[in-house]
């Protein structure tokens, strides 16, 4: 079974643009959660989609949103880019989400700069 | 304001001798912990999880212990192997995973 997939890999974009991120759940999996890792602060989550709606949400601003398609694919978009935006990006997958206390499984990361 | 925390960044092992990785958390109401372990440029990789109706589980050389009156929870792992070598999260499981901020493990020969 493939793992979690995202695109791209890396990314360099300039302050006030804008940048959409994909991720690939495994396969029957309907949950896809991100989360952002930046140094010194951890990986912290951004928003849980499911079955295409957004079931939680971290505490980050509103230039950060996302959806998921009805094959559970997920993009990610960061409007109005900032320097401290600059982070790696990882997107998790699991069939029922977090709340049921199932493993996440996690994909590589887009690691995004901001210049 | 952390809910998870860890307070050590790095740590550094001997080969063969066990590796003691600690975490501590806030929130009594937390009930289900996960550690993930990552290498560079991969995402993390789920290792070991606890129940909090448990206070040990073990699965091979990884040991987990979870303390509730302490709100603490430590990884051991015995015998440390070179390929240990990644920074490890510690998680609470709630409506969402809230990490640690990691501990970077080296093992050295």
């Known amino acids: 079974k493939a793992g979690v997939t995202q695109t791209p890999r890396y990314l360099i974009k300039t302050r006030g643009q804008q940048v959409t991120l994909s991720c690939s759940p495994i396969?029957?999996?309907?949950?896809v959660s991100w989360y952002q890792q930046t140094p010194g602060q951890g990986l912290q989550f951004l928003f849980e989609y499911f079955s295409e709606t957004q079931r939680n949400k971290g505490n980050f601003p509103g230039r950060f949103s996302g959806r998921q398609f009805s094959n559970s694919r997920s993009e990610m978009n960061v409007s109005t880019l900032e320097l401290g935006d600059s982070a790696l990006y990882l997107c998790a997958s699991s069939f029922q989400g977090s709340a049921s206390q199932e493993t996440q499984y996690f994909g590589p990361g887009t690691r995004l700069l901001v210049l | 304001d952390q809910q998870v925390k860890q307070n050590s960044p790095s740590l550094s092992v001997q080969e063969g001798r066990i590796s003691i990785l600690n975490c501590d958390y806030t929130n009594s109401m937390f009930d289900y912990f996960l550690w993930y372990k990552k290498y560079p440029a991969e995402g993390p990789t789920f290792l070991i999880s606890?129940?909090?109706?448990?206070d040990k589980n073990e699965d091979g050389r990884f040991t987990v212990f979870l303390n509730k009156s302490a709100k603490h929870l430590s990884l051991h792992i015995v015998p440390s192997q070179p390929g240990d070598s990644a920074v490890y999260f510690c998680a609470a499981d709630t409506d969402k995973l809230i990490f640690g901020t990691g501990t970077r493990l080296q093992v050295f020969p």
């Open positions: 396969s029957g999996h309907r949950s």
């Open positions: 606890i129940s909090s109706i448990k």
